[in-house]
């Protein structure tokens, strides 16, 4: 009798094995390929009309944001239009036809930008690198910053001295969870130990501060106000030369959604004429010329 | 038990029904194993239609159940599950002892041993109520950052000390108890027999107290082999973080269910064998005609 208890059992695996493999039902979002007008916000795909919804995670670090922390916003305030992504979005959403007032932050975890399902936001900027295996998942739109990566240690440690990359190997080294970091750590300085991820900015630092890590593997702008700011004592060991093909940050949308097609418009636009560098230039000035690590 | 008259005298039958737990067939016979059937088939089917026809399953499928995402994280998944593992043996060693001590404190009698008590109470009250993951990033960011000469930096090993601190809370109340349980006679027998408070204790109430409270015991340790994740939150690479990584290297949660998958692989044999033990107890104390 007992063995049909068994046989309701295997029955019920079966099933919900089934249901992982069936399912061919093709709906996925509607990419309207047909041309976009972008010269009518309007028309633009948002969430809220009239309104242009900005995802990013908080704390919102500088230089990416800069100016005095309000409200729900913790170290600065992306509603500033200072620091580099802060000024980056303002610059896109004038392009895109809308004022300073119809900007409207969201706080977006991380983890919560490529979450399945409705996105909360028009686009996230966060620090996103793009990957194309991220990019089967959600659409990036053009990079608005080419990155480089580089390591921060505290002076006078061992690793202090290093220079070159491989010099690096035999170091407890750290990065924080989300970004390409660990993979390059990983891949390129491939060390001994296992490497250190951690879920937040501030885990990393802390770990950092008390040198239960030697490096912390961040990119550069990051680096120099870690640096400055957040670990007394400490600096920018050096950057890693830049992958073939190179490493951008890029906005995150929703797969499908037609608003990037005039987010990139805008992104080019500025490109062009020059406001990227300008702002770049103004927010991102001391993330230059850091020793490049051989 | 014995000559029932029913399935249960069979005593295969009964090995594997104690082995199936709640898989019970109430109006037993061809027909209710039919029943039975049916309305799994037919609930299963509902359940999945429901999911599958839903307007974000073809997303969800695509992020969670992709084969390839699962089976290429697997690996290294696995090699850092070892790490989990580990922290699990060590801490549960810890936690029987240092428990077991607390909750021996807190059934001193008398009011000389006031203080004792209240700092048993306090221990496990405080251990009970600081959630877990903060008392791990409290120890395992703060106590290196005092920077003290010989005070570990190791990462692992302050998760571990929170979770020996935070499961030994739970686990000297259950041998509390335990001790409990045990009928003051046991104590006033062993003690007009001669033996001291302290042999009284710990030739005749623990003994006791101890073995009726191994089914808990095992529940704890299943919480705790879970919890063995949030080291994680000090940026040790464990099963979880390793998820974490390819989780966000991906944009895809295929990694979880790989990490999920080897979590349950150790949790659900103990919960079996917890469902076993206590089967097991109840009825060796029919058998016995309850002792105590």
């Known amino acids: ?294 | 038990m014995a000559g029932e008259g029913d399935r249960r005298s069979d005593p295969e039958v009964e090995r594997r029904s104690r082995l199936l737990g709640g898989l019970h067939f109430e109006g037993e016979g061809a027909r209710g194993v039919a029943i039975a059937l049916l309305s799994t088939a037919v609930f299963l089917t509902v359940v999945i239609v429901a999911v599958t026809q839903s307007a974000g399953w073809p997303e969800v499928k695509r992020t969670f159940f992709d084969w390839g995402d699962i089976s290429s994280s697997f690996p290294d998944i696995a090699r850092a599950f070892k790490l989990n593992v580990e922290i699990f043996l060590v801490c549960e060693v810890f936690i029987l002892i240092f428990a077991l001590v607390i909750a021996v404190l807190r059934s001193l009698p008398g009011p000389a041993f006031f203080p004792l008590r209240a700092l048993a109470i306090i221990y496990s009250d405080l251990a009970r109520g600081v959630p877990t993951i903060l008392v791990i990033a409290l120890l395992g960011f703060g106590a290196p950052a005092l920077q003290l000469t010989g005070v570990p930096r190791s990462r692992v090993f302050w998760a571990g000390v929170g979770l020996i601190l935070v499961y030994s809370g739970y686990v000297a109340e259950v041998y509390r108890a335990g001790i409990e349980s045990v009928h003051p006679s046991q104590e006033a027998a062993a003690r007009s027999l001669g033996l001291s408070r302290f042999q009284a204790l710990r030739r005749v109430i623990l003994p006791q107290a101890i073995r009726r409270v191994i089914p808990p015991l095992l529940n704890d340790f299943i919480g705790l082999q879970k919890d063995t994740a949030l080291v994680s939150t000090l940026g040790v690479v464990e099963a979880f973080n390793q998820a974490n990584i390819d989780s966000a290297a991906t944009f895809t949660y295929g990694s979880y269910l790989a990490a999920a998958a080897l979590f349950v692989a150790i949790t659900i044999p103990l919960a079996r064998l917890t469902d076993w033990l206590i089967a097991r107890d109840r009825q060796k104390r029919q058998a016995s005609g309850a002792v105590a």
């Open chain 1, 1 to 294: 009798m007992r063995k049909l208890g068994y046989l309701a059992l295997a029955l019920l695996v079966a099933l919900l094995a089934a249901a992982c493999g069936s399912t061919k039902k093709s709906s996925s979002g509607s990419t309207s390929t047909a041309a976009v007008n972008c010269s009518n916000k309007n028309d633009l795909n948002l969430k809220t009309t009239d309104q242009l919804t900005i995802g990013t995670d908080n704390p919102a670090f500088p230089p990416w944001f800069g100016g005095t922390p309000h409200k729900p916003w913790q170290v600065s305030d992306p509603n500033s239009g200072q620091g580099y992504e802060s000024a980056v979005a303002y610059a896109v959403a004038k392009q895109l036809g809308f004022d300073k007032s119809q900007v409207v932050w969201k706080h977006v975890p991380f983890a919560n930008s490529y979450a399945p399902g409705p996105k909360p936001f028009d686009f996230d900027i966060n620090q996103i690198s793009f990957t194309p295996a991220r990019a089967k998942v959600v659409d990036f739109s053009d990079s608005y910053y080419d990155v480089n990566q580089s390591v921060v240690v505290n002076k006078g440690t061992p690793i202090a001295s290093v220079t070159t990359v491989a010099g690096l190997k035999p170091y407890d080294l750290g990065a924080q969870l989300g970004t390409t970091s660990y993979q390059f750590i990983k891949d390129t300085i491939k060390p001994t130990k296992q490497p250190s991820v951690f879920p937040s900015n501030t885990g990393a630092v802390q770990a950092l501060k008390n040198k239960q890590i030697d490096g912390l593997v961040v990119d550069l702008p990051t680096a120099f106000y870690v640096t400055a700011v957040e670990v007394p004592n400490s600096k920018v060991l050096g950057q890693f030369p830049a992958e073939p093909g190179g490493e951008h940050f890029g906005m995150v949308f929703e797969k499908g959604n037609s608003l990037r097609t005039c987010v990139n418009q805008a992104l080019t636009e500025l490109r062009s004429n020059g406001t990227l560098k300008q702002l770049q230039q103004k927010w991102l000035a001391k993330a230059t010329g850091a020793p490049i690590l051989k």
